[in-house]
């Protein structure tokens, strides 16, 4: 414990994120469950601590700076429960929903939810081309992000119908995305946004070279998408 808390402080100080002994705590039990639940489930492949706590804390914990205060925020394909479940150890103040189509894993977030006492977040077992046509949840997001899910254009089609207009889809992807990004533009423009920055940078004492793409939603998603289930992946726009 001794350990991970001298890492998880030093790391989140180097990305300005500041750590109180209560969340360094929740981040360690938050460990502890996923390693147990490893062994039922596929949750993830890195079961080093120190592995743990850079390439899924540290590196969820990348984008908290970009959300404003109070915000409502999903998490689509939030798998073990990145970048969801970290930002809302940080970041009280934020709502958070998580969301995949797996309900192995809504069990597990939920058992890590009730074990770490985290208020205002949640966890929904949907696809999300079902989610983002429902009309009680589209549009209704500040943010939405994603980590390692899709190619930046399939992504836009599930993200940015459910951005609420001037709010932001937060991309979290690794260093090779110029092309992703160009051939994403049209797909992007047509679901109503418009790249608005694109951060570089590595992840702390380490050669990991991550990207930030936050595209702002500048009007209303085209009714229409996103497309049926299985198509955005399919044949992305």
């Given amino acids: 414990m001794e350990e991970f808390s001298q890492k998880m402080k030093e790391y989140a100080n180097q990305i300005g994120v500041l750590l109180e002994e209560k969340q360094i705590q929740q981040f360690y039990h938050y460990m502890t469950l996923l390693l147990q639940w490893n062994e039922k489930i596929n949750l993830t492949a890195i079961t080093k601590p ?20 109070e915000a409502k ?19 009280n103040d934020i709502k958070v ?4 189509s797996l309900n192995k894993r809504i069990t597990f977030l939920e058992e890590v939810i009730k074990k770490l006492e985290l208020l205002h977040i949640q ?27 899709a190619n930046l ?10 951005v609420k207009q ?3 889809v937060i991309s979290m ?11 994403s533009q049209k797909a992007i423009s047509l679901l109503g946004g418009e790249i608005q920055e694109i951060n570089q940078f590595q992840l702390p004492q380490s050669d990991m ?24 992946a399919k044949e992305p726009i």
């Fill in 50 to 69: 120190e592995e743990i706590i850079l390439k899924h804390f540290i590196d969820s914990l990348t984008i908290a700076k970009h959300i404003k205060k």
């Fill in 209 to 232: 070279n991550r990207t930030i793409i936050i595209i702002k939603k500048v009007k209303q998603t085209p009714a229409k998408y996103p497309r049926k289930a299985g198509l955005p």
């Fill in 166 to 168: 001037n709010g932001c």
């Fill in 173 to 183: 992807k690794g260093s090779e995305v110029k092309s992703e990004i160009k051939q």
């Fill in 123 to 149: 966890a929904i077992h949907s696809r999300v081309e079902d989610y983002g046509k429902n009309k009680k949840y589209r549009e209704s997001f500040d943010y939405a992000t994603s980590r390692a899910v």
């Fill in 153 to 162: 254009s399939t992504l836009s089609e599930y993200l940015l119908p459910l």
């Fill in 97 to 100: 929903t998580l969301l995949d």
């Fill in 73 to 91: 925020i999903i998490d689509v394909g939030t798998g073990a429960g990145f970048p969801g479940i970290p930002l809302k150890i940080v970041r």
